[in-house]
Every structure is written in structure tokens, then in C-alpha cells.
């Protein structure tokens, strides 16, 4: 496998990252999650990704009994993520000092290890300043508790923030990004990768499988399965919504060009977010072992530039055909009392 450069960091890490959302009671079990774990590390995955708030806290306690045996912690690149809600209590949320420091101690003791390779902020948080989150990640990388920091799911104005705030206060600064991105979500094509390359940051992309769409698994005139993610996630997933329709008729024609270039559907999902110049690694997230090795080949497929061109004619460049996918959007369309007087 051949290993890319994390922004302007001097780490290397694999162009698929094992991502652990469904390690717990959100998917799998501890066996099948270990096995997991080896076999990604056994076709040279070295960068694995968590977060606090999944499967609350249980996939760290997995991934970190996981990389427990000799010599193993030493090998990989792990990266967890803090912010979400992990609990009742307002103040267990947030990019607040409060939180932030409380957070990645407790991120260790489940992981199980001294120190966290890459920590991010899960979201943004518009009722804390960025330069005290900062702050605060920059005492934790002194204390020696974190290498990194990064960013997820930050719009490009507040990545631009973040770079200017740490620059101007002599803080850590993020030195990666960690937005969605599939062939069915282009929208960071318009200002997010341009930015990220900018200020010369890493970028590793959440569900280049658009939460499978793209595994084909949703196909026209066959029956839908329910899920919980289905029902969590209605806006994203339910088929009377015009906008769902249309990301089913792309997947349709997205799958017959897979299989005139001789390839999965998986194969190509995935291969055209690797291609793209500002990527670092992009994240996948199976949740058994058949998912695993349906999505490991797709780190050596090359996609010609006529497949190229006719995904563009498909989806156009910069188009995100729900926004339910975009995984942010601005607080001021969700509350009115923010635009009127």
C-alpha cells in the first residue's frame, strides 16, 4: 500500500483509513470488530479513526484492547474525535477547556495508551470561541496527550478561522480536515478542498460510500431494507423524498459505468475520492469482514479520465444532491430568530 503524507505533518499514513463507527453496540461486536482490526492492519491499513461518542465510548475500548498486544501502538496512527454529546449534562459537549481537557483524558483510558496521534474537534461549536478550543488542544499537545489536531465537518469559512486564530495566538493549528465527501456529496469541491490546500492541510473524507448508496445496496425496483440508521436518518434515506430519488437514479447509473470499467461500484465510490489531488485517506467503515474486502481493493484502482468524465456528467462537480449529506449547515437556517429582527 502506498502511504501518503498528513498535511504538512511528517506522518505517513495509508490511503484508506479503518474507521471504527460501527465497532460497539452500533454494529459489531468485539470479535468481529478485533477481526476486523487485524485484517485492515494485515493489508497495511496503518491509520485508524474513532470517536468518543460511538457506541458511547464502547468503540475506543475495542480499538484500544485491540492494539494492546507488543509493539503493535507503535505501528498505527490513531485518531479519535471529541465534541458530540456524551451525556444529559450541558457541559458534557462542546469545544469548551472544560470539556475539551475532561474529554481526551477520558478518550485515553478507554483507548488504553499514553497518547492520541490525532485528536479532532467532531463539529463545530458556534457557542465557544475557537481560540479557546485551541487553547486547550495546544496545553494537551504540551502535556504530551496528543501529536495532532484536527478539524471535522467544519465549513470553509470556520477552517479559515481556525488557521488565522492560531497563527494570530501561537496555538496548535489543525492540521487536517475531516469532511463527507462521495461521488453523491461534492459539495466541499467548491470551497472546502480549495481551502485545505491552501493552508496546506490533510483531508479525510466521512462516508465516501455515502452512507451506502454507493455499496450497491439501494437500487431501483429492489425492496429497501429498514435499518437504524434509516430511521435516525429519514432525511438522508427515505425514498419519497424527491431528493433521495435523485441519489438513487445517480447510483443506478454510477453502477453500470463500475461495470463497464470492469470494477465494483465499491471500487469506483471509493477510488474516485482517493484520486481527487487533496485528499490524504479516506475513511471506511465496515462492519463485518466480507464489507472489509469488498473495500480494500479500491486503494490500487485507477480511474481512467473518460470514467472520470462521464461520474462528472453524472454528478456534477461540486454538487451535493441532498443537503441532508452535507453534515453541516449554517445554525441560521435551523433558527429563524438568527435572520430576522
Same mark, same amino acid.
Given at each position: ?10 506522518? +505517513? ?42 457506541? *458511547? ?62 485528536? =479532532?474537534? $467532531? ?30 465537518? @467544519?465549513?470553509? $469559512? =470556520? ?12 496555538? =496548535?493549528? @489543525?492540521?487536517?480536515? +475531516? ?12 470551497? /472546502?478542498?480549495? /481551502? ?33 440508521? @434509516? ?13 433521495? =430519488?435523485?441519489?438513487?437514479?445517480? *447510483?443506478?447509473?454510477? *453502477? ?19 484520486? $481527487? ?12 469482514? !466480507?464489507?472489509? !474486502? ?10 481512467? +479520465? ?22 453541516? +449547515? ?12
Amino acid at each position: 500500500m502506498r502511504y501518503r503524507r498528513l498535511g504538512r505533518t511528517g506522518v +505517513q499514513v495509508s490511503p484508506l483509513c479503518l474507521g471504527a463507527m460501527m465497532f460497539g453496540s452500533w454494529g459489531s461486536d468485539e470479535a468481529v470488530s478485533a477481526r476486523i482490526i487485524e485484517r485492515a492492519l494485515d493489508a497495511g491499513i496503518n491509520f485508524v479513526d474513532t470517536a468518543d461518542v460511538y457506541s *458511547a465510548g464502547e468503540s475506543e475500548e475495542i480499538v484500544g484492547r485491540a492494539l494492546a498486544a507488543p509493539g503493535l501502538r507503535d505501528r498505527i496512527v490513531l485518531a479519535t474525535k471529541g465534541s458530540l454529546p456524551m451525556g444529559d449534562d450541558p457541559n458534557q459537549r462542546g469545544n469548551s477547556r472544560r470539556w475539551i481537557t475532561r474529554a481526551v483524558d477520558d478518550s485515553l483510558r478507554r483507548l488504553g495508551t499514553d497518547w492520541i496521534d490525532l485528536y =479532532q474537534i $467532531h463539529r463545530p461549536d458556534p457557542a465557544t470561541d475557537i481560540e479557546e478550543t485551541l487553547g486547550a488542544l495546544t496545553d494537551l499537545v504540551r502535556a504530551g496527550k496528543i501529536r495532532y489536531i484536527g478539524s471535522s465537518t @467544519f465549513p470553509a $469559512h =470556520q477552517i479559515v478561522e481556525a488557521q488565522w486564530a492560531a497563527q494570530r495566538t501561537g496555538s =496548535q493549528r @489543525f492540521v487536517c480536515e +475531516q469532511p463527507p465527501y462521495s461521488v453523491l456529496v461534492r459539495g466541499i469541491e467548491a470551497d /472546502v478542498l480549495d /481551502v485545505t490546500a491552501k493552508h496546506g492541510m490533510g483531508v479525510i473524507t466521512w462516508s465516501p460510500l455515502a452512507g451506502g448508496w454507493l455499496t450497491g445496496r439501494y437500487r431501483r425496483n429492489a425492496p429497501i431494507e429498514t435499518s437504524r440508521r @434509516f430511521d435516525r436518518l429519514p432525511g438522508r434515506y427515505d425514498l419519497e423524498l424527491d431528493a433521495n =430519488q435523485r441519489k438513487l437514479d445517480a *447510483a443506478e447509473e454510477l *453502477a453500470v459505468l463500475a461495470e463497464e470499467a470492469g470494477i465494483s461500484l465499491i471500487e469506483l465510490a471509493l477510488a474516485f475520492v482517493l484520486r $481527487h489531488p487533496a485528499v490524504t485517506s479516506a475513511v471506511i467503515g465496515p462492519r463485518t469482514l !466480507e464489507h472489509l !474486502e469488498s473495500q480494500l481493493p479500491a486503494a490500487e484502482v485507477t480511474l481512467s +479520465q473518460d470514467v472520470l468524465d462521464r461520474i462528472d456528467e453524472i454528478v456534477p462537480p461540486g454538487t451535493t444532491l441532498n443537503k441532508e449529506d452535507a453534515g453541516w +449547515q449554517s445554525p441560521s437556517l435551523a433558527d429563524a430568530s438568527l435572520r430576522r429582527r
